[in-house]
Every structure is written in C-alpha cells, then in structure tokens.
C-alpha cells in the first residue's frame, strides 16, 4: 500500500525555519513540503522559489489550504502560542520548535488544547535525536553503570542572540532560549527535576543586561531520584560553540563532547589548530532530520510523538523555577 505523504506548512522562515523546509522537502520519508509563510512576502516568495512551493504571508490563509496536514511552526517563542493554538483549531497536526512558550501560562494553555483535539504536537528538542545523547541515554537507562549520580553541562554560543532572542520578555531569556535544550536533556537521562539553585550574572553584553537578561549562570540541580546536577551556560564563548555532557554513574561515566574537524588543522611551534566546532545547524543536523522523521511517523501510525507537549511544559517550568531562584537567592522547590 502507497502511503499518501504528510502535506507541510512551515511558518516563520528565519535560519531554522528554512533549514526544517529543506528538510520537509528533501530529506524526510512520507513528508511533502506544500507551502511556506512568512509576514515578510519576499523572503516567503523566494524561499517558495527555491523549494518549488507555494507560499503564503498570512497564517490563517495557510490554514485554510486543504493539502496542509501537518504545520512547523518556527516564528520567535513569544508567537508560538497563538500560533500553535490556530494550527490545533484548524485541525492541523503540530511541530513547534522549542521553547514552547515564553511563560509556564501559555504552555499550559498550548497544552490544553493540545489535549482537547488529540492532534499530533511535537516540540523541537533535537539532542534527544542526535546519535551521541542517544547512546548516553540508552547507556544509563540501561542500569549498566548502575544509579546516576550526577549531571554536567556546558553550553556556551559563540555570540549573544540578535533582536527579540535577547529580550526575556520575548524569548523566555537565557535559561528557556538556550538552556532549555539542557533541561530537556538532563530529564530525558536522569529523571525528573525537583529542586533548582541559581547564580549567574552580567559579564558580556550590555544589550542582554539593559533588556533584562543574564548572559552567564549556573545552575544546581536536584532529581527526583536523589542525583546531582550542574548546568553552566553562557552568551559567548571566545573559540566558538562548547557544548559538553557527562552522566556521573556509580560504575562509570558517559561523556558527549565536541565533534573537532580533524581533516583540516595548522600547524605552528605554537601547536596544531584543529578547524572549529560546528554551531548548532551542522553539529545536530542529523539529529534535525531524524526528529520530523519521528514527528511524520507519529501521525502516520498515529502515535505519540518522541517529545510530547508535556516535555515542552516541564522544560518551561524549570525555567521559571530558575528565574525565581536567582531573583531570590534561593533553592527553589518545582510542584
């Protein structure tokens, strides 16, 4: 039997919007990229262009097209809800990259919907879909290396986020714009997280400080199972994207570093430099497709998809429970 493919919207065409597009339209099985959207018509029209589909600048004229089953949507955090719940009403299955919303009140209001027409809702965690976090995961919950005892992250980007990213207000700050993704991760590998401690501070960007965000913190963590944890993550880091994981575990530790470029290197009495770390886009490209992948087959076999509204939900909790935190000086305990 000939399946018929999922017929995609993407809406929001900024870098992540066109990468999930090319992908919808050249990489994923039973996928079929129909039509694109964004309120800036040329960027709409040119993307339409390259990618041999229609486009449209508004979302509820999309929404209307009959061949549209599934929407990504990929627009900056502080729209998602609105958008979210449009796509949902319209009868649309959903993929909405993360974080899910700026606040935990919009989430939970995503997630009510979500609950209410049992549509198909995927948000876009992709570590969980890279080959590395994969093996950690599986390695731990295997019980092989017996409990976990703690958890250790690094995240620094390159630069601070450009535009609305760098306005809490919008983006959900530092703590859901980039280390949401470290939430995700540590709860999909440990457990449940119970317990949150922050400091953190202004060291790099005056723009971050004057709109009201941290560009440096770090985070302790206690899990539900009694384990450790440790996020450290910052705006900027001097050599490029640092990105690194460990899983502590009584009879071992798993490790997820750098991907390095060993193909390319200069050499000097001063040592060998190797090419830089890949930012995001290329280091968990892989991991991009394999999660639409996930995001297709869910409604194809109708399934539930490999994160769920509700890993969306948690990620924003926690932080918010950071956001107290560092504001009060104070561990603060999650529901």
Not at 71 to 93: N, S, W
Not at 202 to 214: C, P, Q, V
Not at 263 to 282: D, H, M, Q, R, Y
Not at 308 to 320: C, P, R
Request: neutral net charge; hydrophobic residues 40%; aromatic residues 10%.
């Amino acid at each position: 039997m000939t399946l018929k493919p999922v017929g995609f919207l993407v809406v929001g065409l900024g870098r992540i919007g066109r990468l999930h597009a090319e992908l919808l339209r050249y990489r994923v099985e039973n996928a079929k990229l129909v039509a694109v959207c964004d309120v800036i018509e040329s960027l709409a029209r040119d993307v339409a262009t390259k990618l041999g589909v229609k486009y449209y600048t508004n979302l509820d004229d999309a929404l209307r097209d009959k061949d549209v089953d599934a929407v990504v949507i990929a627009t900056p955090t502080h729209l998602h809800k609105d958008m979210c719940i449009k796509a949902l009403e319209a009868g649309k299955h959903v993929f909405v990259e993360k974080p899910l919303a700026p606040n935990l009140r919009d989430a939970k209001e995503i997630a009510r919907y979500v609950e209410k027409t049992k549509l198909k809702f995927m948000v876009g965690y992709m570590r969980r879909f890279d080959r590395y976090y994969a093996r950690a995961q599986q390695i731990v919950r295997s019980g092989e290396l017996g409990k976990v005892i703690a958890f250790l992250s690094i995240a620094r980007d390159p630069q601070p986020p450009p535009g609305w990213a760098s306005d809490p207000k919008l983006s959900g700050g530092i703590f859901l714009d980039q280390l949401s993704h470290d939430f995700d991760i540590a709860r999909w590998i440990v457990g449940e997280v119970r317990k949150v401690y922050v400091v953190g501070g202004n060291y790099i960007s005056e723009e971050i400080k004057a709109r009201g965000d941290l560009d440096v913190v770090s985070i302790l963590l206690r899990f539900e199972n009694g384990a450790q944890g440790f996020i450290h993550g910052a705006r900027r880091n001097a050599f490029g994207y640092d990105l690194r994981t460990e899983v502590y575990c009584e009879h071992g530790t798993v490790f997820i570093g750098n991907p390095v470029d060993n193909l390319s290197a200069v050499g000097t009495e001063k040592g060998i430099t190797f090419e830089g770390i890949p930012w995001f886009e290329k280091r968990f490209y892989e991991a991009y497709i394999n999660e639409l992948r996930d995001f297709v087959d869910s409604i194809v076999k109708d399934r539930e998809p490999g994160i769920t509204v509700n890993d969306g939900v948690k990620a924003v909790e926690i932080a918010e429970a950071c956001w107290k935190s560092f504001r009060s000086g104070k561990p603060i305990e999650l529901s």
